[in-house]
């Protein structure tokens, strides 16, 4: 191996991104070295801020540097909308929607096999956040995978003697899919979920 | 935008990386706040110490922490021939080859429109290693492209005087070609350039 022992640490280091394999942490740090320190050095303080710097919020669970994050603290979101999802990164896919109430995030999914029981993913502290609220309606915006459907029931079922509207992202085909590429599961759920087209 | 202020900075941060968009940045960004935040802790401590610390070689000019590579203090190595290339990640490439040599890196090649002289490149420096050394043969490795080869001509032309062997890498075939795939130019000089088979 011929890098030196400064330049190997970084590629290794390199690695643990995901998607970076050996090739790419390679062009990855001799780019830096040669083009742009100061970009590297801008990348190694922003790092090192926001792994030490950023928590989860007290309310919604999400990533966060504040105690509340700026999307819980804002008084202008809608009050009587919780969508409940299952990863930081669902937050910022919904929020792309225009959606505007408010969040709750799971730690994954119900995994009983896996020891993830209700506890492990926050259902203790999702039902102490409805009862604080003042909610309408509770959006069970889990992955529509077995484990994603198993843990919306699970909730919807625990939530079933709370006066709340409780519901489910709708299945159906994507948006620029093709009817032959759908498959059948999908197709079954477009076809019984159909609306009637307004003219 | 929803990402707090901490997390924006990173995203930003990552999207210097070679093939990095906004996506994947996010991607990165996020996965290691969830999942790994020991790895981006020492991401952040190899970027801060490989910005800082690595330099480049007095030698061959290639990066290392050294004032003199780990290359070009091996004592086992041939000191009569020196490979030319255009940048320190031709020198990896090379090294792989099972080379064992010495090096000169230059900055890129000539290019009188863009102010790349033979100053800016290093090509003093080159005359000074050479005339430091006693080198046999010269291997000129800059790209096979029309800079290259114009770089590759130039110092061959300085060093016409000087009792050395002057070479340059061979063009031909790339193995697992196919004939019909390759370029003109290509297979002419493969052609050109055939070999008698030993039985």
């Known amino acids: 191996m011929s890098f030196s022992p400064l330049i190997?640490?970084?590629?290794?280091?390199?690695?643990?991104?995901p998607g970076v394999g050996q090739k790419t942490a390679q062009r990855m740090a001799l780019q830096l070295l040669e083009r742009d320190r100061s970009g590297g050095q801008r990348l190694a303080q922003a790092l090192s801020q926001a792994m030490d710097g950023i928590g989860y919020?007290?309310?919604?669970?999400?990533?966060?540097?504040?105690?509340?994050?700026?999307?819980?603290s804002d008084?202008?979101?809608?009050?009587?909308?919780?969508c409940i999802v299952q990863g930081p990164m669902d937050v910022y896919a919904v929020e792309q929607t225009g959606y505007r109430g408010r969040y709750f995030v799971l730690?994954?999914?119900?995994?009983p096999l896996d020891g993830l029981g209700p506890e492990t993913i926050g259902i203790p502290e999702l039902l102490g956040r409805?009862?604080?609220?003042a909610f309408r309606e509770i959006i069970l915006a889990t992955n529509p995978t077995v484990e994603g459907e198993a843990t919306a029931h699970y909730i919807a079922q625990i939530l079933a003697d709370q006066e709340l509207l409780i519901s489910r992202l709708a299945h159906g085909m994507p948006?620029?899919?093709?009817?032959e590429m759908v498959d059948g599961g999908t197709l079954s759920h477009a076809l019984a979920g159909r609306r009637p087209i307004q003219v």
Chains 1, 2 share one sequence.
């Open 8 to 17: 190997r640490q970084l590629i290794d280091a390199f690695r643990i991104l």
């Open 57 to 72: 919020c007290r309310s919604c669970r999400s990533l966060s540097e504040e105690e509340i994050c700026h999307l819980c």
């Open 75 to 82: 008084l202008r979101r809608d009050e009587s909308l919780l």
């Open 107 to 111: 730690k994954g999914h119900l995994s």
């Open 130 to 133: 409805i009862n604080q609220g």
């Open 175 to 179: 948006l620029g899919g093709e009817l």
